[in-house]
């Protein structure tokens, strides 16, 4: 068993621990949205988004020719998630969400098919 953190990890907080000396703060993590090129529409419903009940999130879901798929979630006219489903790879870095934590155009937060994420509370 090795109990030493890998070399990436080391990396990863050395930059961040740069960026809060440099700045002064903590640098937020941004995603950027999946590219719609060849896609298209397949289907769109609205669904229960943050568990009350109520279907206030509009669902769009596009495929390409290769069967992947791009879903967003929409909830009082902002888009705050989208996912990215390969269907020839089962990397989470080709498959995943993004969400928009706090309604302010930035998808902060990344999240695994599988997991569960909901609404952000600032479009409750």
Known sequence: MNCLPDLKSISIF???CSLVALTGQVVA???E???LDGFNLHAESDADGDGDGKNETHVKQYFNASGD???SMTTKGRIWAWSLNTRE???GVRNYVIRDSDC???F???YGLDDEFHIPDCLK
């Open 14 to 16: 050395m930059l961040g």
């Open 29 to 31: 993590k941004q995603y």
């Open 33 to 35: 949205p999946p590219k």
């Open 69 to 71: 798929s791009i879903v």
């Open 89 to 91: 790879n089962d990397s």
């Open 104 to 106: 302010d155009d930035v």
């Open 108 to 110: 902060d937060e990344v």
